[in-house]
C-alpha cells in the first residue's frame, strides 16, 4: 500500500498522514497522533481495495475533491475503536442496578419512566446489558424503560440492531444463564430476544457535531473521550451535560473523567466504581411534568 515513488517526491508521506488525522479529528473527534500514523497503512488497505484506490494519497484527494458517504463511512468504520464485551467491567453494572436505579427510584417516587443512553454502543453489547441487567434486577422497569443506543459507525450499529452474536461474542462476559433466557441459538451464535429486555432504540450518531438526542436519567459514555482531542473532549462533555435531567448518573470509564468540562456535578462512589451525579442543584419545576426523556 506504499506511495509510488513520483508521490512520495511532490506528496511526503508524514503530510499525507496528518492531513488524514486532521480530517478524523474534523470528523469524528478522534485524536491520531504522529505516533500513530501507522494505523493509517493498517487499516484502509480495506478501503482503498473497495473503493478501487491505488494508495492513500488518492484516497486524501477523493475526500477532498468530492463528498461521497460511503468512502466518509468506511473510514469513520475502520479508523474509530469498536472493542467491546458484554458486562465490561462488570462492577458498572452493580452499581447501575445496587445504587444508581435506587436512587433515581426514590429521586421520582417511581413515577417516571427510566431513560437510559448509551453513548457510543459500537456493536451493541453494552445497551444489551444494560437491558439484561434491568430484566433480571428491576423487572418491575422493563417496560418503563427506554434505551437509546448511539454510535458514528453505520456498520457496527446494523450489527448491533440485528442483535446476532457469534459464539466467540457471546463468549466474552455473557453468562451462560443469561445466553439461555435473553437469546434464541443460531447458526454459528445467537440472537437476542427484544420481547424480553426493555425497548432499545439505535440511532446513528455523531458525539461532536450532533444534539443529543433526548434528555435522560443515565448516560453511558464510556472509553469515547479517552480518544479524542482536548477541544473534541470539551464539546462531548458539553453535549452529554445538556442532556442530563436533574440528578442524572453519567457513567465513564475508568480512565476518563468530566470534571474539567463541566461545572454543576457531584462524585458518587459504588464499591470500586466512580460515576458522576449531573445538575444537582434546585430541581427545575419544568422536570416534574417531563414524561419523556429521549428520543
Given at each position: ?14 503530510k ?15 485524536l ?35 463528498r ?7 473510514i ?8 467491546t ?24 417516587k ?26 433480571q434486577?428491576h423487572p ?15 456498520k ?28 434464541t ?6 440472537t ?84 458522576y ?11 416534574d ?7
Amino acid at each position: 500500500m506504499g506511495l509510488p515513488k513520483k508521490l512520495r517526491n511532490t506528496c511526503p508521506v508524514t503530510k499525507i498522514f496528518e492531513s488524514l488525522a486532521q480530517i478524523m479529528e474534523r470528523m469524528t473527534g478522534v485524536l491520531i497522533a504522529p505516533e500513530k500514523y501507522y494505523l493509517f497503512e493498517h487499516r484502509l488497505l480495506g478501503v482503498l481495495q473497495q473503493f478501487q484506490l491505488p494508495d492513500l494519497a488518492s484516497l486524501l484527494q477523493q475526500i477532498e475533491i468530492q463528498r461521497n458517504p460511503l468512502l466518509i463511512e468506511s473510514i469513520i468504520e475502520m479508523m474509530t475503536t469498536h472493542e467491546t464485551r458484554f458486562f465490561r467491567d462488570e462492577a458498572i453494572f452493580h452499581a447501575l442496578t445496587n445504587q444508581i436505579i435506587p436512587e433515581w427510584q426514590k429521586r421520582t417516587k417511581g413515577q417516571s419512566e427510566l431513560w437510559i443512553w448509551s453513548a457510543g454502543c459500537a456493536t451493541g453489547q453494552e445497551p444489551y446489558s444494560v437491558a439484561m441487567a434491568i430484566a433480571q434486577l428491576h423487572p418491575q422497569l422493563t417496560s418503563r424503560t427506554q434505551i437509546v443506543a448511539t454510535d458514528i459507525a453505520v456498520k457496527s450499529l446494523e450489527k448491533a440492531k440485528m442483535g446476532f452474536y457469534t459464539h466467540f461474542e457471546l463468549s466474552r462476559g455473557l453468562p451462560e444463564n443469561l445466553q439461555r433466557e435473553y437469546f434464541t441459538p443460531n447458526a454459528g451464535g445467537a440472537t437476542i430476544r427484544h420481547d424480553r429486555l426493555p425497548k432499545i432504540t439505535f440511532l446513528h450518531h455523531n458525539l461532536v457535531h450532533d444534539s443529543p438526542p433526548g434528555r435522560f436519567d443515565i448516560i453511558l459514555c464510556r472509553n469515547v473521550s479517552y480518544y479524542f482531542s482536548p477541544d473534541a473532549r470539551k464539546k462531548l462533555f458539553c453535549r452529554l451535560e445538556s442532556a442530563a435531567k436533574y440528578g442524572t448518573a453519567l457513567i465513564v470509564g475508568a480512565a476518563e473523567s468530566p470534571v474539567e468540562y463541566i461545572q454543576d456535578y457531584r462524585i458518587w462512589e459504588y464499591q470500586m466504581v466512580r460515576y458522576y451525579e449531573l445538575k444537582t442543584k434546585t430541581k427545575p419545576h419544568h422536570e416534574d411534568r417531563e414524561n419523556s426523556g429521549g428520543a
